[in-house]
């Protein structure tokens, strides 16, 4: 168990740290209108408002079926603030490597996020179970659009992808693990925690960068069940 741990902590530092408009003139028309703010006055012909979903009372089959949802939130609600880090770090790395034209400062940079990584992260990520650990490689996938495995060996090479899924797979944990609402029950269930949790604010929100929609999905699995019962 202790090993298994290490283990997924390691993974998840490897990744943390690895991942370590043109302005037009509107047209008058009577459709725009002024927006204040915080002293600016700007145009707007209409305000961009986010998506707002109605959640209905959660239904549970029985007593093993809701314990097996609670369980799973409470993983999932533990784990999804690395696998946001994950995204936000690649996104800041690619943005800084960019800049950066010399292999050998490219590397010393990665080095460098990836002790602050460690130093910041390392006693919790060791606490993560085999389950968590495999809910955080799918949440990665959500995020990035790229499975851990991919990501590894991109960010560092081959081999040290291949060593770690291979060991990955003596803890029943699988690095290439993809995230599918749309065909997995289970990561649908993920997705709807997650979109209770931003709703409530208890989690702060990150869009996925996958293609699907939570309210066609929440009826697909509803009419599924409905069809089975």
């Known amino acids: 168990m202790i090993r298994m741990r290490r283990f997924c902590a390691s993974v998840v530092f490897l990744l943390l740290c690895a991942l370590g408009f043109s302005q037009e003139t509107p047209k008058d028309s009577l459709n725009d209108y002024y927006v204040r703010f915080e002293g600016d006055s700007i145009l707007y012909s209409s305000i961009a408002l986010d998506e707002v979903y109605l959640f209905g009372n959660l239904e549970f089959a029985n007593r093993k079926e809701k314990l097996r949802y609670y369980i799973l939130r409470r993983k999932t609600l533990k784990v999804y603030p690395y696998a946001k880090l994950a995204a936000e770090r690649l996104v800041e790395l690619n943005d800084s490597l960019a800049n950066i034209k010399k292999k050998r400062h490219r590397k010393k940079y990665t080095k460098k996020v990836q002790k602050y990584i460690e130093g910041e992260f390392s006693t919790e ?82 869009k996925s960068v996958l293609d699907y929609d939570y309210a066609q999905l929440s009826n697909k699995w509803k009419n599924s069940k409905a069809n089975k019962d």
């Not at 799918?138 to 495995?149: E, P, V």
Request: aromatic letters at 12%.
């Open 125 to 206: 990520l060791k606490k993560l179970t085999r389950t968590e650990g495999q809910i955080l490689v799918k949440l990665i996938y959500r995020q990035t659009g790229k499975t851990a495995f991919d990501l590894v060996k991109e960010l560092r090479n081959g081999w040290r992808a291949f060593w770690y899924n291979t060991t990955a797979k003596a803890f029943k944990i699988s690095i290439k693990e993809e995230f599918h609402p749309e065909k997995i029950h289970e990561d649908y269930l993920i997705e709807d925690i997650l979109q209770r949790a931003f709703a409530s604010n208890r989690l702060e929100r990150q």
